[in-house]
């Protein structure tokens, strides 16, 4: 999902509610989000990579790095 898309899906919700992370799709476990940050993201199969700091991508130069939010909970 991009931000456009999540911008869409949030635009009409309660501006007063909560957020709150699934720990996995099953919903065993739920935490309130603590801190969103922009980071790099590095694919490292179709559905997962790692996250590096902006600067940390520019000094390794890693190329196949992409933008991305990061949400941490």
């Not at 309130?32 to 922009?38: F, K, N, Q, S, T």
């Amino acid at each position: 999902m991009k931000v456009k898309d999540l911008r869409k899906l949030l635009v009409n919700m309660d501006g007063d509610a909560l957020v709150v992370l699934a720990s996995d799709a099953e919903g065993n476990d739920f935490s309130i989000l603590y801190e969103v940050d922009e980071m790099k993201y590095v694919p490292e199969t179709p559905t997962s990579g790692q996250v590096y700091e902006i600067d940390e991508v520019e000094e390794e130069e890693i190329d196949d790095s992409v933008n991305a939010v990061v949400m941490w909970p």
